[in-house]
């Protein structure tokens, strides 16, 4: 079976490419960085005027309807160009949530809005502790009104927040407006500042059930489904590193000779590549399984995002090794996918929790073979 991608959809990957090339360099990502801008918010408003938030939205919903394949790639550059825009957290997450599981006046209501970017969305799961179960969920949403806080990725930016609440002996999901006078947010710092993380706080404020989904069974949907986006997010970024450790290899010189003629060097960046492949493979499988709706998602999901989070992690590690002492400055921009690389392995639970997923879907997936 052939994984790759059509020619319409390298198209789309290209022109994002390019379009982030001029519009997010390094400049747009370090004034985010050092506290100049909460987002790129030209950034993000190009991308929406690309329709690149609605790639995959039917175009019922005002979307593009150009698929979850097309989607992936988008994530892919996204990634290799460190955006510090919150396309993950209201795109693969909030978007796809409704999409998923919103009522149809739901769906009316948000989709046009959230395609266009018009409004910013998040996912709200986090508490700030492991093992979160029915019983030990802190928020709670009882007679239309939700309290409770939460850790959220974008939260300092996002409009809308999509949350995960107790109600009763179960879990929902509710959709919270971020802006009512009831929500208190408070930025937390993190590895990686250009994402805006707050934590939020909900004080009976007015929300509304998304749908009649259960809460723990449409949560693991939306993060099997956004998992393979962020992990080609991940491959994008880890490329990037990799190419920025083998160009420094190539001009920089020591006793005469350029550095990546040595054997360490040539060694670790084998190794870079070969992560980077390995999880390349499984990302490609995973993006026919999201775009098919394959029974194998949850497997191919777990796979990609295990494979990708350690490829990312060990390329952009690496990379500021290749450099030596001037990659840890500030002044190199290695630390840019370091840091990404570390946020984005703890977003949607850590690489720990997605082993377990993986292990856990091996054996479903082959009795059903």
Same mark, same amino acid.
């Not at 360099?25 to 408003?45: F, M, P």
């Not at 777990?302 to 390329?315: E, G, P």
């Given at each position: 079976?052939?994984?790759?991608?059509?020619?319409?959809?390298?198209?789309?990957?290209?022109?994002?490419?390019?379009?982030?090339?001029?519009?997010?360099?390094?400049?747009?990502?370090?004034?985010?960085?050092?506290?100049?801008?909460?987002?790129?918010?030209?950034?993000?408003?190009?991308?929406?005027?690309?329709?690149?938030?609605?790639?995959? !939205?039917?175009?019922?919903?005002?979307?593009? %309807?150009? +698929?979850? $394949?097309?989607?992936?790639? *988008?994530?892919?550059?996204? #990634? @290799?160009?460190?955006?510090?825009?919150?396309?993950?957290?209201?795109?693969?997450?909030?978007?796809?949530?409704?999409?998923?599981?919103?009522?149809?006046?739901?769906?009316?209501?948000?989709?046009?809005?959230?395609?266009?970017?018009?409004?910013?969305?998040?996912?709200?799961?986090?508490?700030?502790?492991?093992?979160?179960?029915?019983?030990?969920?802190?928020?709670?949403?009882?007679?239309?009104? !939700?309290?409770?806080?939460?850790?959220?990725? %974008?939260? +300092?930016? $996002?409009?809308?927040?999509? *949350?995960?609440?107790?109600? #009763? @002996?179960?879990?929902?999901?509710?959709?919270?407006?971020?802006?009512?006078?009831?929500?208190?947010?408070?930025?937390?710092?993190?590895?990686?500042?250009?994402?805006?993380?707050?934590?939020?706080?909900?004080?009976?404020?007015?929300?509304?059930?998304?749908?009649?989904?259960?809460?723990?069974?449409?949560?693991?949907?939306?993060?099997?489904?956004?998992?393979?986006?962020?992990?080609?997010?991940?491959?994008?970024?880890?490329?990037?590193?990799? %190419?920025?450790?083998? $160009?420094?290899?190539?001009?920089?010189?020591?006793?005469?000779?350029?550095?990546?003629?040595?054997?360490?060097?040539?060694?670790?960046?084998?190794?870079?590549?070969?992560?980077?492949?390995?999880?390349?493979?499984?990302?490609?499988?995973?993006?026919?399984?999201?775009?098919?709706?394959?029974?194998?998602?949850?497997?191919?999901?777990?796979?990609?995002?295990?494979?990708?989070?350690?490829?990312?992690?060990?390329?952009?590690?690496?990379?500021?090794?290749?450099?030596?002492?001037?990659?840890?400055?500030?002044?190199?921009?290695?630390?840019?996918?370091?840091?990404?690389?570390?946020?984005?392995?703890?977003?949607?639970?850590?690489?720990?929790?997605?082993?377990?997923?993986?292990?856990?879907?091996?054996?479903?997936?082959?009795?059903?073979?």
């Amino acid at each position: 079976m052939d994984f790759d991608f059509s020619a319409d959809e390298k198209l789309v990957r290209e022109q994002t490419g390019r379009y982030l090339a001029d519009h997010c360099g390094t400049r747009v990502v370090r004034d985010v960085l050092e506290g100049r801008a909460n987002y790129a918010r030209d950034v993000w408003q190009g991308l929406g005027q690309m329709g690149l938030m609605a790639t995959a !939205l039917p175009e019922s919903y005002g979307g593009v %309807d150009a +698929g979850y $394949a097309t989607l992936c790639l *988008v994530a892919q550059e996204l #990634g @290799a160009h460190v955006a510090p825009t919150p396309f993950g957290s209201s795109v693969y997450l909030a978007t796809e949530a409704v999409l998923q599981f919103g009522s149809s006046a739901q769906k009316e209501t948000w989709l046009p809005r959230l395609g266009k970017g018009e409004v910013i969305g998040t996912f709200a799961v986090d508490e700030g502790r492991e093992n979160v179960s029915a019983k030990t969920l802190g928020s709670v949403a009882d007679g239309g009104s !939700l309290s409770g806080t939460k850790l959220v990725s %974008d939260g +300092g930016i $996002a409009d809308v927040a999509i *949350v995960l609440a107790r109600e #009763g @002996a179960g879990a929902g999901l509710y959709i919270a407006d971020l802006k009512d006078a009831s929500v208190s947010r408070e930025r937390v710092d993190t590895v990686d500042p250009t994402r805006d993380t707050a934590r939020v706080t909900f004080a009976r404020t007015p929300v509304e059930r998304l749908g009649d989904a259960e809460g723990w069974s449409a949560l693991n949907r939306v993060y099997d489904r956004a998992a393979v986006l962020f992990a080609f997010e991940q491959i994008g970024g880890a490329q990037a590193a990799l %190419d920025m450790a083998v $160009a420094y290899a190539q001009e920089r010189f020591a006793f005469g000779r350029p550095i990546g003629s040595f054997q360490a060097l040539k060694h670790m960046m084998a190794d870079m590549y070969v992560a980077l492949k390995l999880a390349e493979s499984n990302c490609y499988y995973a993006a026919w399984a999201l775009a098919t709706d394959s029974k194998d998602l949850p497997l191919a999901a777990a796979t990609a995002r295990v494979s990708a989070t350690q490829a990312y992690q060990l390329c952009s590690r690496d990379n500021i090794q290749v450099h030596g002492g001037m990659g840890f400055t500030w002044e190199f921009d290695c630390h840019l996918y370091y840091r990404r690389s570390n946020y984005l392995a703890l977003q949607l639970g850590g690489l720990t929790a997605w082993e377990d997923k993986l292990v856990n879907a091996l054996p479903r997936s082959r009795k059903e073979k």
